[in-house]
């Protein structure tokens, strides 16, 4: 009889996933340009074509988003079983979206948009016009799935706070922050859709996106502290104890 995944192996991995997740993104936007204004559609351009770190920025950067909100997953995955479920599946379903947001924008951004810069880069000044064209309409695209992927991803990381706090997992005070932090990351996607990638949007997101990463880790050692806790009194009440592991199968479940 194969034993089943024992809780706390399940919180290590999910908090594994959240502090690979946060490192790759953050190396991600280390390496990515950022020296002109991504709202000068000219100058960013320029620098982009000129970058040779590009696909492996943006690879990391997707990486480090999927790790992250499949370590959030994790951690909701263990409140089916409880009055959260409700929001547990909503959360669910919001995170498998905010993955194919992730995805699609990474597509346009990591991949399309770099190809048609460097088009453009090396284009004649007879196609230099409509390449640049061409080029700032991919840029459309990568902002708007820029702005929808954080508005999913706010929305996410609002259902899990949510959950969390009906499961009694975490204090109040943690799942208001991730809760602050949801909010920020969604008024960034809002501000992106309505101004593109203007100082306010950025600023939004930037602020968000760090107060998520620190909740984010804080409520993977909330839920397994919580669940090495009932693991143990589990065990005791069906009188699992190192000396009796060998007479009780329950004691390996």
Same mark, same amino acid.
């Given at each position: 009889?194969?034993? /089943?995944?024992?809780? /706390?192996?399940?919180?290590?991995?999910?908090?594994?996933?959240?502090?690979?997740?946060?490192?790759?993104?953050?190396?991600?936007?280390?390496?990515?340009?950022?020296?002109?204004?991504?709202?000068?559609?000219?100058?960013?351009?320029?620098?982009?074509?000129?970058?040779?770190?590009?696909?492996?920025?943006?690879?990391?950067?997707?990486?480090?988003? $999927?790790?992250?909100?499949?370590?959030?997953?994790?951690?909701?995955?263990?409140?089916?079983?409880?009055? &959260?479920?409700?929001?547990?599946?909503?959360?669910?379903?919001?995170?498998? *979206?905010?993955?194919? &947001?992730?995805?699609?924008?990474?597509? $346009?951004?990591?991949?399309?948009? !770099?190809? %048609?810069?460097?088009?453009? *880069? %090396?284009?004649?000044?007879? @196609?230099?016009?409509?390449?640049?064209?061409?080029?700032?309409?991919?840029?459309?695209?990568?902002?708007?799935?820029?702005?929808?992927?954080? #508005?999913?991803?706010?929305?996410?990381?609002?259902?899990?706070?949510?959950?969390?706090?009906?499961? !009694?997992?975490?204090? $109040?005070? %943690?799942?208001?922050?991730?809760?602050?932090? *949801? $909010?920020?990351?969604?008024?960034?996607?809002? @501000?992106? *859709?309505?101004?593109?990638?203007?100082?306010?949007? %950025?600023?939004?997101?930037?602020?968000?996106?760090? #107060?998520?990463?620190?909740?984010?880790? !804080?409520?993977?050692?909330?839920?397994?502290?919580?669940?090495? #806790?009932?693991?143990? /009194?589990?065990?005791?009440?069906?009188?699992?104890?190192?000396?009796?592991?060998?007479?009780? #199968?329950?004691?390996?479940?």
């Amino acid at each position: 009889m194969n034993a /089943r995944p024992r809780p /706390r192996n399940q919180a290590g991995l999910s908090s594994a996933l959240l502090i690979a997740g946060a490192v790759l993104l953050f190396v991600g936007t280390l390496l990515h340009p950022m020296h002109e204004d991504p709202s000068d559609a000219l100058r960013a351009f320029g620098e982009y074509s000129a970058d040779h770190n590009w696909l492996f920025s943006h690879m990391a950067q997707l990486a480090g988003v $999927v790790a992250m909100i499949a370590g959030m997953l994790l951690i909701i995955g263990r409140l089916f079983d409880g009055p &959260a479920r409700g929001f547990a599946l909503l959360t669910i379903v919001f995170g498998a *979206a905010s993955l194919a &947001a992730a995805a699609a924008l990474q597509a $346009v951004d990591g991949i399309a948009l !770099k190809a %048609m810069v460097n088009a453009w *880069a %090396m284009a004649d000044d007879a @196609a230099k016009a409509s390449l640049f064209n061409a080029a700032f309409a991919v840029r459309q695209i990568e902002i708007g799935f820029a702005a929808v992927s954080a #508005v999913l991803l706010g929305l996410t990381v609002l259902l899990a706070s949510i959950a969390l706090q009906q499961a !009694k997992h975490c204090p $109040v005070w %943690m799942s208001l922050l991730g809760s602050a932090g *949801a $909010v920020g990351v969604l008024i960034g996607g809002v @501000a992106t *859709a309505a101004t593109g990638f203007s100082d306010i949007a %950025m600023a939004a997101n930037m602020a968000g996106s760090l #107060v998520l990463n620190a909740d984010l880790s !804080k409520h993977s050692r909330a839920v397994s502290e919580k669940t090495d #806790v009932r693991s143990h /009194r589990q065990r005791t009440r069906s009188g699992c104890h190192p000396g009796a592991a060998g007479r009780n #199968v329950a004691c390996h479940l």
